[in-house]
């Protein structure tokens, strides 16, 4: 069965400084992966996804990077947090269009 | 571009009353839309209630359906009698897109009194 990972679960970071959130998918070779995000009170939108390693496609631009540098492994990154960048973060997976959610991360910038 | 409308939340309702989700969307950049209900319980992750991929078709999972209507560009979730174990925030969502994007609503956070 296939699995999918997120961490951390939760952050709370400062304004200004980094920030990498990651996620692995078990037991599915080669997916489509994504990352979603959700302000408070927002909708989920697409950031990026992910046919295969090292190769990202920017969604929506949100001053964030993704790199996918394992087939199973997918990470998002800033070197400066915005308070703009809070919310929940999703990773996915998808296979003939249904998507598969991790658990999320919530982040908190203050 | 596409785009998803449900019902704003919260939706209150009590244990054993009869529950309607709307859901309305457009589908610009899709011919043939997947239609889905996702539903997040408290403390859990996303996860799929149901999907339709073919217009005119009922999709149904733990007691919910939605028919997907091409006519009316709609998807409403119901149940006939909802519990308190229903009580999470529902996402109706279309997809996928050229960019292999699935769009989602704002999410309906619905609310079951015992």
């Known amino acids: 069965a296939q699995t999918i990972h997120q961490w951390p679960v939760a952050e709370i970071k400062a304004v200004g400084s980094p920030l990498s959130l990651g996620c692995t998918i078990k037991g599915k070779s080669s997916p489509n992966l994504y990352w979603y995000w959700q302000a408070t009170g927002g909708t989920l939108q697409q950031l990026f996804y992910s046919i295969t390693v090292g190769q990202v496609e920017s969604v929506v631009q949100l001053n964030l990077s993704a790199s996918r540098p394992k087939d199973d492994q997918f990470i998002l990154s800033t070197e400066k947090l915005l308070l703009s960048h809070s919310g929940f973060y999703l990773c996915a997976w998808s296979l003939e269009a249904e998507v598969f959610f991790g658990k999320g991360t919530r982040l908190t910038v203050v | 571009g596409d785009s998803v409308t449900q019902t704003e939340g919260p939706v209150t309702v009590s244990e054993s009353e009869s529950l309607i989700i709307n859901c309305t969307y457009s589908a610009t950049s899709i011919a043939y839309p997947n239609l889905f209900w996702y539903v997040r319980y408290p403390g859990e992750g996303l996860q799929l209630l149901l999907k339709?991929?073919?217009?005119?078709q009922k999709g149904s999972s733990r007691g919910f359906e939605a028919t997907y209507n091409k006519e009316t560009t709609s998807f409403h979730l119901q149940k006939a009698s909802v519990q308190e174990s229903d009580s999470a925030v529902y996402y109706c969502?279309?997809?996928?897109?050229?960019?292999?994007?699935?769009?989602f609503g704002t999410g309906t956070r619905l609310q079951v009194l015992p």
């Open positions: 339709v991929i073919t217009a005119g």
């Open positions: 969502a279309l997809g996928p897109s050229n960019t292999n994007k699935v769009v």
